[in-house]
């Protein structure tokens, strides 16, 4: 292989033809046109057919009323056209005009209808080295091409093409060999073809080759000996064949939604268009690498998830699930469902795992209205996955080898969201578990940062500064510490301002019936001798009826800005924790105020640091309250969850495990106290039952250095550093249990340039065995190339933890990338986990191998994935940061 340039001596001479008079015998672009405008076999020319189950004639595209067509032909190279004119012998109001010359012809002013009637002028460009054009003269004399020329839109028109045939109608191009096509109707057919057509949510360009393609409509195209990829190259690597195809490709144009005007594209000062498009397809074939790996007799499918029936394919192994095979399958195709929702998918997963059993999922997902048809902004989704599981659970720690609590295990997570009119909306969510262990098992980031599987209903109600909740719970699974709410009504009212804006109201009452159980009892052995139940977790119902009111008196003294306020709230329980019903009164008084600082200096200027100017913003923040509650935190049921079911988890284990006591864990670590001293109970939309005797005063410092970046002529404000600061003054320590300073943190971020951020963060309780918490860590980002983070974190208290964490994704050339992480125990000098992947990016296909290994679990895992590169979404973008465009999306590569 070679890669060079060439170099002349001497100046390149350029010869210019000229435009020669009308030749004696006729070229042969005019004769193979000739022939096919008029076939000797004495064959009338038909309309071409559209593929369809009963083949019917399609309906000619027409002109828009009263649209004129501009016609302008442009020289290809510098060969000036060389134009002839005859008139048609079978129809003498007709000339035919020959340019066998390279030629660029436009056509403009075609027509597409818009919503409303608008009609906005389509261009078609077309180029090739000769062209045939049939078609009106102006009275007895041709249309002169050598210059733009109008007629009407009505008027038939029809082009005959030869040669390096390049066809480009809004964003779509043709390339081709010959040519034959219609104006008026915008119907062609063209031989030796291909077709490049962006798709929605895709980089790259889809790519449709064919032997025979007729374009039957202006949006329609049926090609016959048919190949369909996103592949640019002459061999590609993934290839979908069809005897017969039939490829919908809707150009709309895209209308801005405040103008209701088409978007004009400021380069080509033409409509933006938006795709539409969906392929039909019979006796369909697939192809790896030129060897054919699937066969399927009927597709119809939308490209906006250009893949076929295969979405991805997966082989792990490791040591709890064993050898695991996961394929993902698009529903739509598999079950020839031509016209799906729109902005919707639908996929089914279908799995083995050695170690564990046979499993199968669906998710369907949407953003769409196509359940109510109200037309208004609509989302939501449907999950579900279930396996027979014939293994044992291992969750790290001394939970290992556990039996299951049944063999058919699984979670169903349904979630709906929709605007209703005049202000309402509908958000609505189910959620299913089998057992306490299995999503922790089987889908532990989603156990550990998904919301709660729970099932309810909300309606809500918003004008102005006023909201209504009707809400109703349920709890299904009856394996979590969950409320059921039926119903529930709030009303909310924030920020109303009174006596001449002077007084502000808040309000949040509320009132339902609640019922709430223990969570079931661990299965396992190992899990139960750790449980224990938290302190409120009891079984009670009963009605609750709560009001909470809050007034403030803004005022400006000076530069403060202080703030008197008052808070109170009576309430009534049907239960407490030992099933009878209780009252409470609580009252909150309290001042807060701010006073802002600032000092700009525009002399400040650093290459370095790449500083142009420099401001200081500080602004110091204070509040102290009093608060009395007619009864203790402790006698409530807590209705309103401060926590996920996967902390109550934890906690239901933490008084054994790390303090050696029968449950519950000291009174310092009880999450209920804990909110109130972090001020839960300040607002009216608060937890309900986090309130309890309170006087703290809180003392904060918020800090922004600020600079320019940027271009010159285009300077930006950005944060270069930020430092927040924050404590709790206790004047009662035994509020605090003992310490008269209470909970201190602190956040800090160097943003040192544009991709390197240098932060820490902490925070420390003074009293007795106090949590301390610190983070300190650096990130350097460089998209699309890749991303590094190395930090430390130390947690010293009931828990004591020292972890050192690294990670980086590299791209580290156009074909391949790698990705490692490592979480280093600093205590104890081992490692607890680390993950190491290299990807081959292909040219279609990006193919993972990884390497893991949890410590905390014991387990040693394997991971073999291939995905297409195409998606719109990768898992491999999602898991490393770096993003790699199809193949195309930027030219050849």
Known sequence: AWSGKFFSSRAPDVRVGTTSPEPESKPAIYRNAHDTFFPSTGVQRTQFLEFQPEVVSPEPATAVLGATRRVQLSPRSSVPNQITYDRNPRNPNEWITTINSGVKLRIDGMGVSLPGGTAVGTVVDLEADRVVIWTQGNGDNPLDFSQPTEQSAAIPMEIYLEGDIIVREGDRIILAQSMYYNAQQRTGIILNSEVLTPVPTYAGLLRLRSDVLRQVAPDRFVADGASFTTSRMAMPTWEFRSGTLELHDQQVPMIDPFTRQPVIDPVTGQPRMRHRQMVTSRNNVGYVSGVPVFYWPVLATSLENPTFY?????????????????????????????????????????????????????RFAYENDIFFGTGMATTGMIDAWFIHDTGLDTLGSNQAAMVPATENRGRLVARHKQQLQNNWSLTAQLGYVSDINFLDQYFEPEWNESPDTLTSIWLTHIQDNQ???????????????????????????????????????????????????????????????????????????????????????????????????????????????????????????????????????????????????????????????????????????????????????????????????????????????????????????????????????????????????????????????????????????????????????????????????????????????????????????????????????????????????????????????????????????????????????????????????????????LVLALEPRFLPKTQFGRRTGIVVPPSGAYGFE
Do not use: C
Not at 311 to 328: A, C, H, K, M
Not at 559 to 580: C, I, R, S
């Open 310 to 362: 295969i979405n991805d394919l997966q082989y792990r192994s490791d040591t709890i699930f064993g050898n695991v095979f996961e394929v993902g399958l698009d529903m739509y195709q598999i079950l020839g469902i031509s016209d799906p929702p729109p902005d919707s998918e639908w996929s089914l997963s279908l799995d083995y795992l050695s170690k564990r059993g046979p499993a199968a999922g669906t």
């Open 467 to 861: 909201s209504w909740v009707i809400s109703a719970s349920a709890q299904i699974n009856q394996i979590f510490l969950d409320t059921t709410q039926v119903p529930r009504v709030d009303h909310f009212s924030i920020g109303r301002a009174f006596w001449e804006d002077r007084l502000v109201w808040n309000e949040h009452s509320s009132a339902g019936y609640f019922m709430q159980w223990p969570s079931a009892l661990p299965v396992s052995p190992q899990q139960l001798a750790d449980f224990g139940y938290l302190p409120y977790e009891v079984e009670t119902s009963g009605v609750r009826a709560v009001t909470r009111q809050g007034v403030e008196l803004p005022l400006e003294a000076g530069p403060f800005k202080v703030v008197p306020y008052l808070l109170g709230e009576a309430a009534y329980w049907g239960d407490d924790l030992t099933q009878n019903d209780i009252s409470r009164l609580y009252g909150q008084a309290g001042v807060r105020g701010s006073i802002p600082f600032w000092n700009a200096d525009s002399t400040v200027e650093s290459s370095l640091l790449n500083l142009h100017g420099l401001a200081h913003k500080v602004t110091f923040e204070g509040d102290f309250s009093y608060t009395d509650a007619s009864q203790d935190i402790t006698n409530f049921p807590l209705y309103d969850e401060i926590d996920d079911n996967n902390t109550q988890t934890f906690r239901r284990r933490l008084a054994q495990q790390d303090f050696g006591l029968v449950p519950p864990v000291p009174t310092q670590f009880d999450e209920r106290f804990y909110g109130v001293r972090r001020g839960l109970q300040d607002n009216v939309t608060g937890p309900t039952e986090i309130v309890d005797d309170l006087t703290v005063g809180r003392l904060g410092i918020n800090q922004r250095w600020q600079t320019k970046r940027g271009p010159i002529e285009n300077r930006r404000i950005i944060d270069w550093i930020t430092l927040d600061l924050g404590t709790e003054i206790f004047p009662d320590s035994d509020q605090n249990f003992g310490e008269n300073v209470g909970f201190t943190d602190y956040d800090f971020r160097w943003h040192v340039g544009d991709r390197v951020t240098l932060l820490s963060s902490g925070g420390v309780d003074f009293f007795s065995d106090g949590g301390q918490q610190f983070t300190v860590g650096a990130s350097l980002n460089r998209p699309p190339r890749g991303n590094v983070f190395l930090g430390f974190r130390s947690l010293e208290g009931p828990i004591n933890s020292s972890v050192l964490l690294a990670a980086y994704s590299y791209r580290m050339s156009p074909k391949w990338a790698s990705s490692y992480g490592i979480n280093f125990n600093m205590q104890d000098l081992e490692y607890m986990g680390q993950s190491l992947t290299l990807t081959r990016i292909g040219e279609s296909f990006l193919f993972t191998f990884g390497f893991n290994a949890d410590q905390s679990r014991d387990n040693v895992g």
